[in-house]
């Protein structure tokens, strides 16, 4: 969800006028770029190139990597036997009545706790069963999924508003390798040595449709409520608004309270649609690992007996709504855990980059900085746009 938006954010931020104010009040009239321009440009480029190095990290290893083992792990049960008699096969009383007056043995079950439970453990155990790479396996697969998607809506670019859909589903089987690599045991095989069969592409199809329909709607939606509201109108327009602390004042409290409503719609569609979408692709796909490969973390593969191999007469793979149905509620609500943390560390990343910025355009523009000092410390009037 907040991809999206920085995307388009830093998009936005490069097509408005603001680069050129910049420009100006770092050497006035004067076209030569100064040192201080220089080392402006240079400060800014490197914030920049840290935080999107700092988001994709957080985003892949995160709101990737863990998200999907959280989604397949299921709650596994250990039982051990303790023998509560005496150690001593040969205590004399027992050898005269030859009778064993010792305590039944007891079968305990416990509950392990599952290891998505806390990024901490997550990560220590990646790094136990992969070393210091354990938290980016198959970083490799999903740079290419990303760049051949790409490659591919730019190909379909000339069809209607679906072409994006189309092109997940064309690039489904990548998507499919990348989870299996993830959910598994790391394999002496390459990436593309590890590609699966076109007949698991066709059977995983169904399933992606439905996520690619869901990450549609969780776009799509929250950008007709930005333009119906007028935020759109707003941030399209912000280069263009005069530098007066009453102007910006106003602009940035309509921006706020529509952007508000936006968030809060785009935070449902996410956790009532986009989020069970994605749960229910993730197990098709892991019901679709060969029985050859190791899976990383325990979870049932028969998904309760609905997955039927194809040896047995059946199809191979779980359904749409049977792998919804296996995710118990204590995993649903872990992995919800795990997407609200990530957030909030998105959340986070994106507040100390735009502190950064703000401090370091005040610095080398003074006017600006006054200018956001003078608007963030007067008392707020409600302006209509």
């Known amino acids: ?79 051990y036997i303790i023998d509560a008699g005496s150690d001593n096969p040969k205590e004399p009383l027992l050898e005269k009545t030859g009778v064993d007056h010792r305590a039944e043995p007891e079968l305990h079950l416990v509950r392990n706790r599952p290891i998505t439970s806390s990024f901490r453990t997550t990560l220590h155990y990646l790094r136990a069963q992969d070393g210091w790479t354990g938290p980016f396996r198959g970083a490799a697969v999903h740079f290419v999924y990303c760049v051949v998607v790409a490659f591919v809506i730019g190909l379909l670019s000339w069809l209607p508003s679906p072409f994006t859909i189309i092109a997940v589903l064309l690039c489904a089987r990548l998507d499919l390798a990348w989870n299996n690599i993830v959910i598994s045991k790391d394999s002496p095989k390459c990436w593309y040595r590890r590609m699966p069969t076109l007949k698991s592409w066709l059977k995983v199809l169904p399933a992606t449709a439905v996520y690619a329909v869901a990450d549609k709607l969780a776009i799509a939606l929250p950008a007709q409520l930005a333009r119906m509201n007028g935020l759109q109108r707003l941030t399209d327009n912000i280069g263009k608004i005069p530098a007066d602390g009453e102007q910006i004042r106003a602009v940035m409290h309509t921006i706020c309270r529509s952007g508000f409503a936006v968030f809060l719609v785009s935070v449902a569609i996410n956790v009532l649609i986009l989020i069970p979408a994605r749960v229910t692709l993730t197990r098709v796909q892991a019901s679709l690992l060969p029985e050859d490969e190791e899976v990383i973390v325990p979870f049932d593969r028969s998904f309760g007996g609905k997955v039927v191999p194809e040896s047995l007469g059946g199809h191979g793979v779980v359904g749409i709504l049977d792998a919804w149905k296996s995710f118990g509620y204590s995993s649903r609500i872990r992995l919800l855990k795990v997407y609200v943390k990530v957030w909030a560390i998105q959340i986070a990343l994106f507040t100390l980059f735009g502190i950064a910025l703000l401090a370091e355009v005040a610095y080398f523009v003074p006017e600006l900085g006054t200018i956001l000092v003078r608007t963030t410390s007067s008392p707020t009037h409600q302006v209509s746009p």
Do not use: C
């Not at 097509?15 to 100064?34: K, R």
């Not at 985003?59 to 596994?76: F, K, M, N, R, W």
């Open 1 to 79: 969800m907040l991809d999206g938006m920085i995307k388009r954010g830093l998009v936005h931020i490069s097509q408005t006028p603001t680069e050129i104010y910049l420009t100006q009040a770092l050497h006035g009239n004067d076209s030569s770029p100064s040192m201080k321009e220089w080392a402006a440009k240079a400060l800014l480029v490197g914030t920049v190139v840290v935080f999107v190095i700092s988001w994709s990290l957080v985003s892949y290893v995160y709101g990737q990597v863990i998200a999907t083992l959280a989604a397949v792990e299921d709650p596994s049960a250990t039982a």
